[in-house]
T-cell receptor, first 115, second 115 residues
Framework: AQTVTQSQPEMSVQEAETVTLSCTYD???????LFWYKQPPSRQMILVIR??????QNATENRFSVNFQKAAKSFSLKISDSQLGDTAMYFC????????????FGEGTQLTVNP | EAGVAQSPRYKIIEKRQSVAFWCNPI?????LYWYQQILGQGPKLLIQ????????DSQLPKDRFSAERLKGVDSTLKIQPAKLEDSAVYLC?????????????FGDGTRLSIL
């Protein structure tokens, strides 16, 4: 069974600064996908960034980037130039590369960006 | 493109009562998911449909929960009878097709409170 662990229940950062959210996972699979989702108070889960395990290059999306360490089974999210609108719950999620496989989420990290 | 629509937004019922949630996925999306998100936790998959067939319902408490996706479009999730531990946000998501790294698009969820 796959598990996803987010060891930081809460984090805060000053506006315009950089913050890194941690995520580790456990799997015996070799081919899989990793995701970071953002959930603001409106409750809608929004995809922030995704990474294919077979790609060595770390994914980036504007101010968001990941540090994917496959051997360490680590997948951290870096948010640069933090904005007030980044305040939300952030979930790390994992999916193996099999048709019909489920998305497994971590417990989440509440990020607060302070003005 | 219209997003995933869910209703109602909130529902309050007493234990042992019945409740139903509705979801209309993004047009053309073949795969539909129902998640349960208990406060302070990440979403947990309850059931996954591919068109109108069930792909994964291994985590659905079948003694009280049921779901259907007639005609392979919209879906309903029912709880009968409800228990206190069913208090949660119920999220619906859809993706173009199952497998690989197809991103899931989420609705705003239904917050269920059991008295």
């Amino acid at each position: 069974a796959q598990t996803v662990t987010q060891s930081q229940p809460e984090m805060s950062v000053q506006e315009a600064e950089t913050v890194t959210l941690s995520c580790t996972y456990d799997t015996s699979e070799n081919n899989y996908y990793l995701f970071w989702y953002k959930q603001p108070p409106s409750r809608q889960m929004i995809l922030v960034i995704r990474q294919e395990a077979y790609k060595q290059q770390n994914a980036t999306e504007n101010r968001f980037s990941v540090n994917f360490q496959k051997a360490a089974k680590s997948f951290s999210l870096k948010i640069s130039d933090s904005q007030l609108g980044d305040t939300a719950m952030y979930f790390c999620a994992f999916k193996i590369e099999t048709s019909g496989s489920r998305l497994t989420f971590g417990e989440g990290t509440q990020l607060t960006v302070n003005p | 493109e219209a997003g995933v629509a869910q209703s109602p937004r909130y529902k309050i019922i007493e234990k042992r009562q019945s409740v139903a949630f509705w979801c209309n996925p993004i047009s053309g999306h073949a795969t539909l998911y129902w998640y349960q998100q208990i406060l302070g936790q990440g979403p947990k998959l309850l059931i996954q449909f591919q068109n109108n067939g069930v792909v994964d319902d291994s985590q659905l408490p079948k003694d009280r929960f049921s779901a259907e996706r007639l005609k392979g479009v919209d879906s309903t999730l029912k709880i009968q009878p409800a228990k206190l531990e069913d208090s949660a946000v119920y999220l619906c998501a859809s993706s173009p097709k199952t497998g690989r790294n197809q991103p899931q698009h989420f609705g705003d969820g239904t917050r269920l409170s059991i008295l």
